[in-house]
Structures are given as structure tokens and as C-alpha cells.
């Protein structure tokens, strides 16, 4: 009898959560396999939208980070690139606590951006740039834990999250030029990047470097939004001399985001994806 029983003892049948957990797993692992891999194409949006749909099933970020950090992303930098850009969609579109469970990991995105910051050539000074956005992203968002992963807020609720103190809209607005200053040094890295070969952005190869500014156009509209909207109510109660320094980086980063969005409008593909907002004159 004892003989009999050994291997159920020995091998226990999983549960049928177990098996379940396995499958989810499984195919977390494919999908994201599928969107990051060292092939010079941009990334497919099906596998991206499963590993987003993943993270409300666990309800976070954790087994997306388990799996990422498997993949080879210090040894081929299309893998980097390819890594950079799904993270940032993970941080927009994902569930609320992708962005909590993420701050864990910077150390591992920085040691990523240091490694290919050595490659002169390539995707190298991209993937740097594109780190330290992502690095930049979950500290705003860890300063302020208000904001969604897609920056998305009413007026009342950006009021609200300055609790209507013109000390915090200060800092906030300063918080906000960091990171446009970031999206715009990645975009200048990408367009600098395209030399007659990859210029035209409906050949795979330059899809693989213009797609992550998709995400980069999203967070900056909104970016901008609300730096408006903070000028004018820091304007409103504190004398003009104070804001010369808000003015002028302000003025600086809307003439490059225009030039930005400027760049982006020539080009097909950008038209298929996104609608590029339009900056005054």
C-alpha cells in the first residue's frame, strides 16, 4: 500500500489554479517573447496588448518584470529598444499598480540605458535617452501618485492634486518641463538617428525607431496641457519677475515640441496611429 501511494506523494497533481497559473504564465512569456525580439521591425501591438491585458489579470506589474528581465536586452540592443518601448506602454496602459510595482526596478532599467550608453553607433545613445525618460516617468509619477500611467486628469482633479497651492503648482510645473525635456531629447536622438536609409518611416526599420514616439506624443500633449494651465495660475498670483525662469524654459520646449510635432505630421505613419495635436503659433 505504502508502495502505491508514493508517487502521488511524490508528485502531487496540481490544482487546477496551478495549471491555470501555468498556462497565463505561458502565454504571457509568448506574447512578450513575440513583442521583443532581435528582429529590426517595431512592435506588434497584438502581443502588446495581451501583456497589457496581463497585468490587470495579476493585478500589477510582477510577473511582466519576471519575464522582462529574462530577455536578452544586455546582449542585442533591438531587444533594449523593443524592452523600452513596451515598458512605456506597460507604465500608460496598464494596471494602476504597473507603476508601483515597476519602482523596484529602476536600478535595472539604468544599468540597461549604462551598458548601451557605450554603443557610439546604433540604438545605443537611444536606448540611454530612452531609459532615463522611463526612470524620469516613474519618479513624477512617484512624487505624484495622483496621476494615472496615461496622465489623464480633469482640471478639478489637477486642482486637487496641487491641493489649489501655488507652492506645489511651482514644483509641479518644474516636474513637467524634466519630463518634456526628456521626451524631446528622445525624439531629437531618434530623428537624428535616421540617415537616407531609414528615413522612410514605412520601411520596417525606421517603424522600429519612430514607434516609441507614439507614447511620447500622448505623454506630451498632456504634459503641455497642464503646463499651461499651471502658467497661467502661477501668473495670476505671483508678480512676473518670480516666472522669468518658467517663461523661458517654457518658451524653449514649446518651439522644440512644435518642431516635434511638426516632424512627425510629414510622415505616414504617424498619420495611421495617432493624431498629432496642433501648438499655436
Keep these: 500500500m505504502t508502495s502505491l501511494s508514493l508517487p502521488r506523494v511524490l508528485n502531487p497533481r496540481k490544482t487546477s489554479l496551478e495549471i491555470e497559473r501555468e498556462i497565463f ?35 500589477g506589474a510582477r510577473t511582466f518584470w519576471a519575464i522582462a528581465l529574462r530577455l536578452p536586452s544586455l546582449d542585442d540592443q533591438i531587444v533594449a529598444w523593443k524592452l523600452c518601448h513596451v515598458i512605456h506602454k506597460i507604465l500608460r ?20 540605458g549604462k551598458l548601451w550608453s557605450h554603443l557610439n553607433d546604433g540604438y545605443g545613445k ?19 501618485p495622483r496621476f494615472p500611467g496615461h496622465l489623464g486628469v480633469t482640471p478639478e482633479e489637477l486642482e486637487s492634486i496641487a491641493g489649489n497651492d501655488i507652492n506645489n503648482y511651482f514644483e509641479m510645473s518644474v516636474e513637467m518641463f524634466d519630463y518634456l525635456d526628456n521626451i524631446l531629447d ?10 537616407m536609409a ?3 518611416s514605412m520601411t520596417n526599420t525606421g517603424q522600429c525607431r519612430l514607434a516609441p514616439l507614439v507614447p511620447c506624443i500622448q505623454d506630451a500633449s498632456k504634459l503641455y496641457d497642464y503646463c499651461v494651465k ?27 515640441l512644435k518642431e516635434f510635432y511638426n516632424s512627425t505630421t510629414t510622415l505616414q505613419y504617424f498619420k495611421d496611429l495617432i493624431s498629432i495635436p496642433s501648438l499655436p503659433k
Excluded at 31 to 40: F, M, R, S, V, W
Excluded at 230 to 256: A, E, N, Q, S, W
Aim: glycine share 4%; hydrophobic share 40%; with cysteine.
Design 126 to 144: 537611444m536606448i540611454r535617452i530612452y531609459t532615463s525618460l522611463l526612470i524620469t516617468k516613474l519618479e513624477f509619477h512617484k512624487r505624484n
Design 93 to 112: 496602459e496598464g494596471h494602476p499598480l504597473c507603476l508601483v510595482d515597476s519602482q523596484r526596478h529602476v536600478k535595472d532599467l539604468d544599468e540597461i
Design 198 to 200: 531609414r528615413s522612410n
Design 230 to 256: 499651471i502658467l497661467f495660475r502661477l501668473h495670476y498670483t505671483l508678480p512676473p519677475d518670480t516666472l522669468v525662469g518658467h517663461r523661458d524654459r517654457f518658451l524653449k520646449i514649446f518651439k522644440l
Design 25 to 59: 504564465e505561458k502565454s504571457q512569456q509568448q506574447a512578450l517573447q513575440k513583442a521583443i525580439n532581435t528582429h529590426e521591425v517595431p512592435v506588434k501591438q497584438k502581443h502588446v496588448r495581451s501583456a497589457i491585458i496581463g497585468t490587470f489579470h495579476t493585478q
Design 186 to 195: 528622445l525624439q531629437a536622438a531618434v530623428f537624428g538617428s535616421l540617415n
